[in-house]
């Protein structure tokens, strides 16, 4: 989970040197959460979406 | 420039300088939950979950609106971006609250004025949400050219990079803490407790974080260019 913390601070550090891929990256660490969120669902409970 | 012109540009600027402090108080807010969420991983000693961390990582998705607000200039886009980040995190919180959702079951850590951490995480995002809908509903910001605080030297500009060397900072704190935790795999499912610096010290850290916030803050803000603030 460490990867979801690294996209942030990457997003940080191009919001902060300005750079034109931030928003690009802001949806791609969004996405890659999303995705460990999702494989962390492993309980048989109602609703698993 | 005729009398109204002036007058209708100063609105403007005056509009714009509540919207920046919206979004500074906003930014508080999360430093807030934030720092709400390391006292009880290091002063208490709960270490996150990995929908904690799903969690976390929303907060700080909401964050990016306000910060890009704030260097850059007033966007939609930004308060777009802080929208998306809420639900992912909100996706996390109501699977968590899914989990524990079954009458009888005691919950997940420990609860806050009757609710866990997890549904106020929630409600946290869903006030982010309706936050962004309303300052999306408010034109006017957008309308003013606006080029953020970076180059206009003032009192706001110096809080506002306070608010973000605090984010960024809890940023660093939240992902080299998830090393030690969970390495670089997925997370436990009940993490082990941790031996916490206890309450004072848990008061003292977050005090600390605060402080190195203002002197980061207080440093960016003598580097950066000195020009009139805006609505001044």
């Given amino acids: 989970m460490l990867s979801m913390f690294i ?20 949806i791609v660490s969004m996405i890659w959460t999303l995705v460990l969120l999702r494989l962390h669902m492993t309980d048989p409970i109602p609703l698993n979406f | 420039m005729s009398i109204v012109d002036r007058a209708e540009t100063a609105f ?10 919206i979004n500074v108080l906003a930014l508080f807010g999360l430093i807030g939950v ?4 390391l006292f009880l991983q290091f002063g208490v000693g709960e270490q996150p979950c990995p929908l904690c961390l799903v969690q976390r990582s929303g ?29 992912v ?3 996390g919180s109501v699977r968590q609250i899914l989990l524990h959702i079954e009458p009888g079951d005691a919950g997940y850590g420990p609860a806050v004025f009757g609710l866990h951490l997890y549904t106020w995480a929630l409600v946290t995002f869903a006030i982010a949400i309706a936050g962004c809908a309303f300052m999306l509903l408010w034109s006017k910001p957008f309308e003013v050219g606006d080029t953020g605080v970076a180059g206009e030297r003032g009192f706001l500009r110096f809080v506002a990079l306070v608010a973000i060397a605090w984010v960024t900072i809890d940023l660093l704190i939240v992902g080299i803490s998830v090393v030690p935790e969970c390495g670089l795999g997925m997370c436990p499912d009940n993490p082990d407790d941790i031996s916490g610096l206890g309450g004072i010290g848990g008061v003292l850290m977050t005090l600390a974080v605060g402080a190195a916030a203002v002197v980061i803050a207080a ?3 003598r580097r ?8 001044s």
């Fill in chain 1, 7 to 26: 996209l942030w601070i990457a997003v940080f550090l191009g919001i902060f040197f300005r750079k034109k891929w931030v928003p690009v990256l802001a």
């Fill in chain 2, 12 to 21: 403007e600027s005056r509009e714009l300088v509540i919207a920046r402090w």
């Fill in chain 2, 34 to 37: 934030l720092a709400g969420s």
């Fill in chain 2, 59 to 87: 907060m700080i998705a909401i964050a990016v609106g306000p910060i890009m607000n704030l260097l850059w200039g007033m966007r939609p886009l930004h308060y777009a971006l802080s929208i998306l980040g809420a639900m």
């Fill in chain 2, 89 to 91: 995190g909100g996706a």
């Fill in chain 2, 219 to 221: 440093i960016a803000d």
């Fill in chain 2, 224 to 231: 950066l260019p000195s020009g009139e603030a805006a609505g």
